[in-house]
């Protein structure tokens, strides 16, 4: 269920979606695009799928999602934060504690991509030999 901007409850399109639609991910200017980026992204989609797990410290997530930079884990996070995707929770303690987790929409967002996750990696055997296949007629001139 899609929470209604002051444009839309004044009867106005969002700027670049099609009037008959909230949203429409395939119009340019449309918002929802962004947000589809920053899920759908490497970083995005690797990190949600790490917090499906739970709630972790920013060091913890930075291990557990390999290869990413820190500064790239500020900025996902900031980005799904923004999104509503990821809520960040200071802990009042000395030294300074921060935990990451989903919030119920990060939670519905982060499942599905679980299921994609889970095909990818079940079927790369297939993937594997496609692009055997692929090099060896695309490679072999």
Same mark, same amino acid.
């Given at each position: ?61 930075? &291990? &557990? ?9 500020? @900025? ?10 990821? @809520? ?23 499942? @599905? ?9 079940? &079927?790369?055997?297939?993937?594997? @030999? ?6 060896? &007629?695309?490679?072999?001139?």
């Amino acid at each position: 269920m899609a929470i209604e901007s002051s444009a839309e409850k004044a009867g106005e399109a969002m700027p670049g979606c099609p009037d008959d639609l909230a949203f429409d991910v395939f119009a340019c200017n449309c918002p929802s695009r962004e947000t589809l980026k920053h899920v759908t992204d490497r970083w995005g989609s690797l990190t949600l799928g790490a917090l499906l797990d739970g709630t972790f410290r920013f060091n913890e997530l930075r &291990r &557990r999602v390999e290869g990413i930079s820190e500064k790239m884990l500020a @900025q996902t996070l900031h980005a799904l934060e923004r999104d509503g995707l990821v @809520q960040r929770e200071a802990q009042p303690c000395n030294p300074p504690r921060v935990d990451y987790a989903l919030t119920p929409l990060g939670d519905q967002v982060a499942r @599905q991509l679980r299921l994609l996750i889970d095909l990818v990696e079940d &079927r790369m055997p297939q993937v594997l @030999q496609a692009r055997e296949r692929y090099d060896a &007629r695309h490679l072999a001139g």
